[in-house]
């Protein structure tokens, strides 16, 4: 089977390729212009693309938790427009000069920004990744190889349509493939390494060690978001509740919502108005330990209080469940932070300022807050206009990555005749 989709994929992949040579001699207006040409048509298409989405949603469980990730809606879409035309409007990453200098044989040497070559992303259910990928890797000079799930199929279809009808003036549609969406024909695609530069997977856990454990071509993590929030004794109180319920409420399936509350013993019987909005607004189900789980009962909804086992710390749970420790100091929290954090996002919510100093020095994570909620973790957030995805490792890029984490650089060196002795 992986022998026949090599024979289908390989001869795609090699017309990206090709793509991207006739992509570098297009100026930064025109691509500005196909970016702006495809937000307005997203938006005139809307039923259209709401239509395939809806294919893709009947066919998912509503309790799924990746059913909000999956989900398309007129205001999403309406999101997602707007995230294109501010990646039109940013400044190209390309040609940039890093660095010029005269080297003691005469040499000039320039070094200057220039594109990865060919991207690929493995990504599961969210076809909002097909816009932002796209409209990063075009900014940028890159190709781009999407490999969806089977999930959004019908909604990556869709996408892909208007993509090639906003690139078709420009005799560029080849630069962005979609891949077959069947399981069986990722092998093919990681193996890939004489047509793609490097592989971006956007996904599970168990996705993401897939992809590193099984692909030839060089792979960049955007890893798991398990997400601690750290309530020192300093906390204000009042503002620890907004943080709190905004980093686990304000869209569960994604990752930077929170996983685990870590609250300072000393203010810990501030815990159940820390957490009552979750339990009457949102019927959030928390896994306490044995001291949360004493204040918290008789407080919060019975039916939705349990107590924590082996498997409530280190999860990452992507639907309304929050696991709850109290602490005896912050060494404590840090400790647990470290043992079971994913490096993605990790938040204090403190009033004296050499506790979150020391909170934001010790912490090891691609992003870390002092009083404000994880939920910013986000390109556009950033003002990036969008995201390829979150880097949890420490190579090349971390964190948000977006235009400029899509290149790499040359040397240019220039001479009058030298030769080496």
């Known amino acids: 089977m992986r022998a026949t989709y090599?024979?289908?994929?390989?001869?795609?992949?090699d017309k990206v390729r090709q793509a991207v040579r006739r992509l570098m001699n297009l100026r930064e207006r025109e691509i500005a212009d196909i970016l702006n040409a495809l937000a307005d048509l997203s938006e005139e298409e809307a039923p259209f693309l709401l239509k395939a989405n809806q294919e893709?949603?009947?066919?998912?469980?509503?309790?799924?938790?990746?059913?909000?990730?999956?989900?398309?809606?007129?205001?999403?879409?309406?999101?997602?427009?707007?995230?294109?035309?501010?990646?039109?409007?940013?400044?190209?990453?390309?040609?940039?000069?890093?660095?010029?200098?005269?080297?003691?044989?005469?040499?000039?040497?320039?070094?200057?920004?220039?594109?990865?070559?060919?991207?690929?992303?493995?990504?599961?259910?969210r076809p909002n990744v097909t816009f932002d990928v796209?409209?990063?890797?075009?900014?940028?000079?890159?190709?781009?190889?999407?490999?969806?799930?089977?999930?959004?199929?019908?909604?990556?279809?869709?996408?892909?349509?208007?993509?090639?009808t906003v690139l078709a003036p420009y005799g560029i549609e080849d630069c962005c493939y979609l891949a077959p969406s069947e399981r069986e024909a990722l092998p093919a695609i990681l193996q890939a390494d004489e047509y793609i530069d490097v592989i971006i997977p956007r996904g599970s856990q168990g996705l993401i060690r897939f992809v590193r454990e099984n692909a030839r071509v060089p792979v960049i993590e955007t890893g798991a978001?398990?997400?601690?929030?750290?309530?020192?004794?300093?906390?204000?109180?009042?503002?620890?509740?907004?943080?709190?319920?905004?980093?686990?409420?304000?869209?569960?399936?994604?990752?930077?919502?929170?996983?685990?509350?870590?609250?300072h013993e000393e203010i810990a019987e501030q815990l159940p108005f820390?957490?009552?909005?979750?339990?009457?607004?949102?019927?959030?189900?928390?896994?306490?330990?044995?001291q949360a789980y004493t204040l918290l009962t008789g407080t919060y909804p019975k039916e939705l209080l349990f107590a924590?086992?082996?498997?409530?710390?280190?999860?990452?749970?992507?639907?309304?469940?929050?696991?709850?420790?109290?602490?005896?100091?912050?060494?404590?929290?840090?400790?647990?932070?470290?043992?079971?954090?994913?490096?993605?996002?990790?938040?204090?919510?403190?009033?004296?300022?050499?506790?979150?100093?020391?909170?934001?020095?010790?912490?090891?994570a691609a992003v870390v807050y002092a009083n404000t909620t994880t939920a910013f973790t986000d390109g556009a957030q950033f003002g990036m206009g969008a995201e390829i995805g979150i880097s949890t490792q420490k190579l090349h890029a971390r964190g948000p990555m977006a235009l400029q984490e899509l290149t790499s650089y040359k040397w240019i060196v220039k001479g009058s005749g030298q030769i080496r002795e």
Do not use: W
Request: with cysteine.
């Open 134 to 164: 796209f409209s990063l890797c075009l900014k940028s000079g890159n190709g781009v190889v999407l490999k969806g799930s089977r999930d959004a199929h019908s909604s990556n279809l869709a996408i892909l349509q208007l993509i090639k």
């Open 308 to 364: 924590a086992n082996a498997d409530s710390f280190g999860t990452e749970f992507l639907s309304m469940q929050l696991a709850i420790k109290v602490v005896s100091d912050i060494e404590e929290a840090l400790d647990h932070i470290a043992k079971y954090s994913s490096k993605h996002s990790e938040a204090i919510v403190g009033e004296d300022e050499a506790t979150c100093d020391y909170f934001l020095k010790q912490v090891d």
């Open 56 to 125: 893709d949603l009947d066919r998912m469980a509503k309790d799924d938790p990746k059913y909000d990730r999956l989900l398309l809606t007129a205001s999403r879409i309406a999101a997602i427009a707007t995230d294109l035309r501010k990646v039109a409007s940013l400044p190209s990453p390309l040609g940039n000069l890093l660095e010029e200098r005269k080297v003691e044989s005469g040499l000039i040497l320039k070094r200057i920004s220039v594109p990865l070559g060919v991207v690929g992303i493995i990504f599961e259910s």
């Open 225 to 263: 978001g398990i997400v601690h929030t750290y309530l020192d004794k300093t906390a204000d109180i009042t503002k620890a509740k907004g943080i709190v319920t905004n980093a686990k409420a304000r869209r569960v399936s994604v990752c930077n919502a929170l996983d685990c509350l870590l609250i």
């Open 6 to 13: 090599e024979t289908l994929v390989y001869p795609e992949l």
């Open 274 to 290: 820390v957490v009552s909005d979750l339990g009457s607004l949102y019927e959030c189900k928390i896994l306490a330990d044995e």
